[in-house]
């Protein structure tokens, strides 16, 4: 379909020549018909019929635009000089003045070439003389109408006007574009070739800004766990060492006042508060051993003697809490690094005889886990989705796990457990300190996960997995279907 240049244009020029020939056919029609019935005189049906046959030709006319701008005007233009053709037959007949009606027909030959161009102002023209010379010859002197034909062709001169300044603006634009056309050619290839230097310049840097970020990505994770880790500490070691600066202060100042029981007392919290500060830089040593660490002597893990170097660690609190503590009788080996090991399970005894019962119950277990027998069958505090989820990973698991007779965790602070170091206050829930964010951290290094399963006024189960030592069985001297377990109880 050919585009007519400032076709948006004519599109509106021809919009507006419709709906002045519907509004002038309209008022027309309604002051005839007044005047008509003003002076009780017949209607002129020709000329209302004409008047109504613009009008509607005008409606579709109007609906054809939308489509194609060429039939729209033609139809238009052509109905409407038929209409003008029968009006000035009628007017000639009968005798009226149709002069105006020359106007009707130059104002059709103006609009028709300023819209579709000069030829079809001409065709326009040709077919206005023909009818006039026509009704010369027939109704009146020919020669009568020889000054209205050329004044007919008189307005199809702007027509031609306007082409011509259409043609030559074209030629003038596609002049133009061909300069710039070969002006953007020309500063193509310049870039192309600049784009080719820059192309091997990002090459070469591609992998160094790679790694770099990479490496901001790790720095800024690690200045994030840093701060986090800065904070907590100084609002942990804050407390105790206020104490130990308090007592100490007061023992300065008033030492003689003091009976020897009081002063066995004070000595008393300030050893303890002492502890705890010590208790706080072990985590720090051992969260440092853990981050720099590139690698580990991963090996058999002997796990009745880590947990009883556990127990020796915390012997303060197992002999002032005395709880009880009931171990498996044999353990499975599995693969890991035992002071590491020994940590994990430090920390989670520690929790449980510090937020267990009264007195603390604590029971040691394990879960040997194995695709081939389903989870029903297992014997373990942990639940069948839990078991099922560690039973999906690509190698053989052991889950270690630590049951207590607290007062249980709600899901909201089970969430806050475990939780990155950058959310620290948070996974001080109920107390549970650093301790459970270096276990993390540890189990993780180990290719291992923790977890905990908790619920209101029922106690807690805390657990890891480690791998299992490469044929890995059940142990030669493994529970009875009673599960036999050793009790201490301190």
């Known amino acids: 379909m050919n585009v007519i240049p400032g076709e948006q244009a004519r599109r509106d020029a021809t919009r507006l020549v419709i709906w002045s020939y519907m509004g002038l056919a309209l008022l027309a029609i309604v002051l005839h018909i007044m005047r008509n019935i003003a002076i009780q005189r017949g209607l002129n049906w020709v000329y209302l019929l004409t008047l109504l046959c613009i009008f509607v030709t005008g409606i579709f006319s109007l609906v054809q635009l939308k489509s194609s701008l060429s039939r729209a005007i033609l139809l238009f233009s052509w109905v409407t000089f038929v209409c003008l053709v029968v009006l000035l037959t009628h007017e000639i007949i009968t005798g009226q003045d149709y002069v105006n009606l020359f ?3 130059y104002v059709g030959i103006f609009t028709l070439g300023i819209i579709l161009g000069y030829k079809a102002a001409l065709h326009y023209m040709i077919a206005t003389g023909i009818v006039f010379f026509v009704l010369g010859a027939i109704y009146q002197n020919f020669w009568h109408m020889i000054v209205p034909v ?3 062709y008189g307005f199809t001169i702007p027509a031609k006007v306007v082409e ?11 002049q133009i574009n061909r300069r710039l056309e070969d002006q953007v050619a020309e500063r193509t290839a310049e870039l192309a070739e600049s784009n080719r230097r820059l192309q091997a310049d990002v090459r070469a840097r591609a992998h160094i800004e790679e790694v770099l970020r990479q490496r901001t990505v790790e720095l800024e994770s690690r200045n994030e766990e840093l701060n986090a880790y800065a904070h907590t500490v100084a609002h942990d070691i804050k407390s105790p060492l206020a104490a130990i600066i308090g007592f100490g202060e007061l023992l300065e100042r008033h030492y003689t006042q003091f009976t020897e029981d009081q002063l066995t007392y004070y000595f008393g919290v300030i050893a303890r508060n002492g502890r705890k500060i010590t208790n706080i830089v072990d985590e720090l040593l051992l969260l440092s051993s853990v981050r720099e660490a590139r690698g580990v002597d991963v090996g058999l893990l002997d796990m009745a003697v880590i947990v009883e170097e556990a127990q020796h660690r915390l012997i303060h609190d197992i002999t002032e809490k005395k709880p009880e503590i009931v171990l498996p009788a044999v353990w499975p080996v599995a693969l890991g690094y035992a002071p590491w090991v020994e940590e994990i399970w430090t920390n989670y005894i520690s929790n449980a005889i510090k937020y267990g019962g009264a007195p603390p119950r604590i029971e040691l277990g394990y879960t040997l886990l194995d695709d081939k027998v389903p989870v029903e069958e297992l014997v373990s505090p942990l639940s069948p989705e839990t078991l099922r989820a560690q039973i999906g990973n690509p190698y053989p698991k052991i889950i270690f796990w630590l049951r207590d007779n607290g007062p249980g965790l709600t899901p909201e602070e089970q969430s806050r457990l ?18 459970l ?9 180990l290719d291992g996960e923790v977890g905990v399963e908790s619920a209101v006024g029922q106690g807690s189960t805390f657990f890891f997995t480690l791998p299992a030592a490469p044929e890995q069985a059940q ?8 599960g036999d377990t050793i009790t201490e109880t301190s």
């Open 103 to 105: 106007m009707m027909f």
């Open 418 to 435: 475990f939780t990155p170091f950058t959310r620290l206050e948070q996974a001080r829930a109920k107390g549970h300190g650093l301790g």
């Open 164 to 174: 011509r300044m259409i043609d030559q603006s074209t030629r003038d634009f596609a």
């Open 150 to 152: 050329v004044v007919a």
């Open 437 to 445: 964010s270096i276990v993390r951290r540890i189990a993780e290094r």
């Open 475 to 482: 142990p030669a001297d493994k529970p009875d279907a009673d």
